[in-house]
């Protein structure tokens, strides 16, 4: 018997519903289709569902987005660093309480107290024919993160393959779900070679009809909803061979049903009823800069070095999407502000150190970046600024008005973004704290409430 066996799957949607109704729309129309002409099909999701800059999944702490992968029909998941390391311990404890699929992710577990009950390695899917498919999921490892956060992350290709080799000799297929990149999926196919398919994300790269290393199939359909991918499998009973075919469907595409402008209009509604609420109240509005130093800056950068008693403090005028303006603020308020996924960071540097980040900072180039990625939600990078810590007309180092002594370990802090080497190589590997769980709107929140009220 040849048996054919379809897997819709999404990646990297970072709470962007503009297709979300359209989508799901046609994957439902497909998927009946498909069930009456007697071909099972599964409806898989690879993580970064969840993006906290979208004010819904704010408001909600992510259990709507959980909420449309259960109406939508969803089989299995697995999570992304988005739902890994955004949250609080308790908030992803609770997350998938209601989920009507399964959650896979084989390298993470609780490092103290119960493991959530949504939490498995790996899963077996089981066609109406008795064809047995494994499922393995597995997230990147951000391993600093997660620690602060209360959760242990190991190395996922270790912890993936120790489950394939479980998983061999009890199904007929077997496709791994990954969060963990184009690079790490390719090492993987070389390392795991009885993965049948590997859906990838996490690097939003595009796969029009897969890729292939060695026997492994590779996938990814970018980011954003933009793409939904379809593989077919044709199994055969008595071989035990297989054949995959994958193609990628552009969602931009697809007929928009009726409900969808309710269904963003409701979306929003929702969260403004829930966020929009006084938390402090200003005296006086506080104007942003993406170019030059501001208000809003000077506000911000009173309140992460009172939050964190830094010495001098660092970060982007970017950041900031709107003023602050006089009056009552609500988190309504602070998220339009301040919607990036960010956390600040205190790393300890020498006065050598600071004078050499400094000198960096002046990266003309910088500010007019137009940067997506790493937690930054805004428009454009904007001018670089330091606060506590300048160079004098002799090019010697600052802090607080007095010549730095180059040799004493200083107190930075700045946002989580700088630290993954990107634009700064040496942060990579000083002392650092991460200030988790709270983001930059929170951190903002506490400071009105407590300084400014």
């Known amino acids: 018997m040849q048996e054919k066996i379809h897997f819709f799957h999404t990646n990297d949607l970072h709470s962007h519903f503009e297709f979300w109704m359209r989508t799901q729309s046609y ?25 906290r800059s979208h004010i819904y999944t704010e408001a909600l702490k992510g259990k709507g987005n959980v909420q449309m992968l259960n109406d939508a029909n969803y089989d299995v998941v697995t999570i992304g660093n988005n739902e890994g390391i955004t949250f609080a311990h308790e908030d992803l404890m609770d997350l998938y309480e209601h989920a009507t699929f399964e959650v896979v992710v ?31 999921g597995a997230t990147a490892q951000f391993e600093a993160f997660y620690r602060s956060l209360k959760w242990q992350v190991t190395e996922p290709r270790i912890a993936i393959i120790q489950i394939v080799e479980q998983l061999k000799t009890q199904v007929d297929i077997i496709i791994c779900l990954s969060h963990l990149g184009k690079t790490e999926d390719e090492l993987l196919a070389e390392e795991c070679p009885e993965i049948d398919v590997i859906f990838g994300s996490h690097t939003h790269h595009l ?38 075919q994958e193609k990628v469907i552009e969602c931009a595409l697809l007929p928009s049903p009726k409900e969808e402008l309710p269904f963003l209009q409701n979306l ?12 402090f109240t200003t005296v006086k509005t506080y104007h942003k800069e ?34 602050l303006h006089k009056g009552n603020v609500s988190a309504y308020d602070l998220h339009r502000i301040l919607p990036h996924p960010i956390n600040l960071c205190t790393l300890e540097l020498t006065g050598t150190e600071l004078k050499e980040i400094y000198i960096q900072s002046m990266n003309e180039e910088w500010p007019q970046l137009q940067f997506k990625g790493l937690g930054f939600r805004g428009i454009v990078f904007g001018k670089l600024l330091t606060y506590h810590f300048n ?31 990107y634009f700064f190589p040496s942060f990579k590997y000083a002392k650092k704290h991460y200030q988790l769980p709270l983001f930059l709107r929170d951190i903002m929140q506490w400071y009105g409430q407590n300084k400014l009220n």
């Open 27 to 51: 994957v439902h129309a497909q998927r009946t289709l498909l069930a009456q002409q007697g071909e099972p099909s599964f409806l898989l999701d690879i993580g970064d569902h969840i993006d």
């Open 106 to 136: 084989a390298n993470l577990q609780a490092s103290e107290g119960p493991q959530p009950a949504w939490l498995k390695p790996y899963t077996i899917l089981t066609t109406k024919y008795g064809t047995k498919i494994g499922v393995v």
């Open 207 to 244: 796969f029009e009809t897969g890729e292939y290393v060695g026997n492994v199939l590779l996938t990814g359909c970018g980011k954003f909803g933009q793409y939904i991918g379809h593989l077919i499998i044709e199994f055969d009973h008595q071989t035990k061979q297989l054949t995959r």
């Open 268 to 279: 929003l509604k929702e969260a403004q009823q829930k966020l929009d609420k006084p938390a």
């Open 290 to 323: 993406w170019f030059h130093y501001s208000q809003l800056s000077d506000l911000f950068a009173e309140a992460i070095i009172d939050y964190t008693a830094a010495d001098c403090a660092l970060f982007n005028a970017g950041i900031f999407l709107e003023d």
């Open 391 to 421: 160079l004098n007309a002799q090019r010697e180092l600052i802090i607080h008005g007095e010549v730095a002594d180059l040799q004493r370990t200083y107190k930075l802090v700045t946002l989580d973004l700088f630290t993954f080497g």
